[in-house]
């Protein structure tokens, strides 16, 4: 498990592309999982952890 400080998407989306497979915590937003390379959305989100999974994602795809 890596923790993040600060919320930074493209760092954490470098690490998640990086490792492919476990989990996050973002102080101030949660805790996350990551499976194949994309971070994967809660059960039941809430609009922060909705927003911050769509950004990462996005931040990885980008990096692609």
């Not at 497979?21 to 922060?48: A, C, L, Q, S």
Request: with cysteine; charged share 25%; aromatic share 10%.
């Amino acid at each position: 498990m890596r923790i993040f400080k600060c919320y930074s998407p493209r760092a954490i989306a470098k690490h998640v592309k990086l490792f492919f497979k476990g989990r996050i915590y973002i102080n101030g937003r949660g805790g996350y999982t990551f499976e194949h390379g994309k971070v994967v959305m809660p059960e039941k989100p809430d609009r922060v952890h909705s927003d911050t999974v769509t950004e990462i994602n996005r931040q990885i795809s980008s990096i692609s």
